[in-house]
């Protein structure tokens, strides 16, 4: 499979066309990945678009592409929505880097109540922007065309506002229902609710299910808040149709 690269925009780019990556991008491909003169490549911008092409020219700083071919690829639907809960070490950043490669469509994270990690207004916009160039790197890496969205940190009260467009499913060991076997919609958002590692609070869970969110169980373990994302994002994906 031929490597991929993502460009800040394609735009109107088209088989014919020459794209050139820069930057830091550049760099990886000519330094670290070390692409050469007439190997063939594919660029995406992370919002659809799928260009094949071949390098023309390559510079640790510049690397040139012939485009061959364009795809445009369609935005998933339903969309699948990852609300992680912030995590002590680096457990967070491991599901929102495996949610990345399984399918994620949308990554939320989440003050939950007994988050020991906390993101006040200061580490808000830091913390964010390290989701997302994790997610941006594991996109690239698992070779998809659209790169997920990372949304800023949500309180339980902004989550609990979903569930009146979306259908909300709470990862929560204790629940009478399987995520297994939960019906999925075709037209509305699923957004999966992950909590820490201390769990969701009583009064959290009390919120999003008066809200219209749905407890539902992985099995008849308790997952780590890093392993329990990325199982259940891997469950829908199969009842989807996706894998």
């Known amino acids: 499979m031929a490597l ?4 800040e925009t394609a735009s ?31 660029v995406g911008d992370g919002a659809g ?11 640790p700083r510049e690397v040139v592409v012939r485009i061959t071919a364009r795809t445009d690829v369609p935005a998933a639907a339903p969309r699948l929505v990852l609300v992680q809960a912030l995590a002590k070490g ?3 950043e491991l599901a929102v880097q495996a949610a990345a490669e399984l399918g994620a469509d949308e990554i939320v994270p989440w003050q939950a109540s007994r988050s020991v990690s906390r993101w006040d207004a200061a ?4 913390g964010r922007a390290r989701w997302a160039g994790i997610v941006r790197e594991a ?30 499913l709470v ?4 629940a009478d229902e399987r995520l297994s076997i939960v019906p999925l919609p075709a037209d ?6 992950v909590g820490p590692e201390g769990g969701i609070a009583p009064e959290e869970l009390s919120a999003l299910t008066v809200a219209g969110a749905t407890p539902v169980r992985l099995g008849d373990t308790v997952l780590r808040t890093s392993t329990a994302g990325p199982a259940a994002l891997a469950i829908v994906s199969a009842a989807l149709g996706r894998w």
């Open 49 to 59: 678009a799928w260009l094949t092409g071949v390098c023309e020219s390559v510079a």
């Open 4 to 7: 991929h690269f993502l460009l």
């Open 171 to 174: 990862l929560e060991p204790t």
């Open 12 to 42: 109107g780019a088209r088989a014919g066309d020459a794209v050139t990556l820069t930057g830091a991008e550049a760099h990886h491909a000519a330094a670290v990945r070390r692409v050469r003169v007439g190997e063939e490549i594919t």
């Open 90 to 92: 680096d457990r967070d």
């Open 188 to 193: 509305r958002d699923i957004v999966l609710v």
């Open 123 to 126: 580490k808000a916009e830091k």
């Open 139 to 168: 996109a690239k890496q698992a070779h998809r065309a659209w790169v997920p969205d990372v949304g800023p940190v949500a309180t339980t009260t902004q989550l609990a506002a979903r569930a009146g467009s979306a259908d909300v």
